[in-house]
């Protein structure tokens, strides 16, 4: 069966650090991945996404993610952490022959100052 | 400039009413689609129209149609409101089909007294 897995429902770091959040994904055929990021009140906006190539892949706002297939994974990344990006995160995957995307439950992001 | 938008953004009403949510993109897109977000943030695919034909049409109540007047339209329509129908709707498009990128809307939420 299709499913997104982020294993952390909530992460607190501080402004400047780094940052990680989780994804593995279950997908029977090549997966294409987002990262969407959601803040209160507000829509999803797509911070990036994957469909093929280079695996290591660049978004808006500073984050970047990593595709491993081998580990079925693809986190996000972030060097430095501003007090802007504390939101709610969700990693989704979809498929060339598919037009639904399966959301994860998402991983809310608290940032101390 | 808005490019997905909802309206009502606020919806408060009783059980057994019957109300509407209309959207609009300015996108060019020709994909849009209604999700449900729970109360635990989960979100869920409910119905896709790609050039106003139905091509995604989950496991939802019959009480939930949507109606695409056109392709920069996708309107949601609800009758005889349930408690359980509380939540936050979002609407979403995409340029074609195919796990593309999508544009969300802000929002409605719903709730039910």
């Known amino acids: 069966a299709q499913s997104v897995t982020q294993p952390d429902i909530h992460i607190t770091v501080s402004e400047g650090a780094s940052l990680e959040l989780r994804c593995n994904y279950s997908?029977?055929?090549?997966?294409?991945l987002f990262w969407y990021v959601q803040s209160p009140g507000q829509g999803l906006q797509l911070l990036l996404k994957?469909?093929?190539?280079?695996?290591l892949v660049q978004g808006i706002k500073g984050f970047e993610a990593e595709f491993k297939r081998s580990q079925s994974s693809f986190n996000l990344r972030k060097p430095s952490v501003h007090w802007s990006d504390a939101a709610e995160y969700f990693c989704?995957?979809?498929?060339?022959?598919?037009?639904?995307?399966?959301f994860g439950t998402g991983t809310r992001l608290q940032v101390f100052p | 400039d808005t490019a997905v938008s909802q309206t009502p953004k606020y919806l408060v009403t009783q059980m057994g009413n019957d109300k509407s949510i209309k959207c609009e993109q300015n996108?060019?897109?020709?994909?849009m689609y209604w999700y449900k977000q729970d109360s635990k943030k989960f979100l869920k695919i409910m119905f896709s129209?790609?050039?106003?034909?139905?091509?995604i049409n989950e496991t939802v109540p019959n009480r939930f149609s949507p109606k695409s007047p056109d392709k920069a339209h996708l309107n949601l329509h609800i009758n005889s409101l349930e408690l359980g129908d509380s939540a936050v709707y979002f609407c979403?498009?995409?340029?074609?089909?195919?796990?593309?990128?999508?544009?969300f809307g802000d929002g409605t939420r719903l709730s039910i007294l």
């Open positions: 994957y469909f093929s190539g280079d695996t």
């Open positions: 129209y790609n050039n106003k034909e139905l091509i």
């Open positions: 996108l060019g897109h020709d994909t």
């Open positions: 979403a498009s995409s340029l074609g089909r195919g796990s593309q990128p999508q544009h």
């Open positions: 989704a995957v979809g498929g060339y022959n598919t037009d639904k995307l399966i």
């Open positions: 997908y029977g055929a090549t997966p294409y």
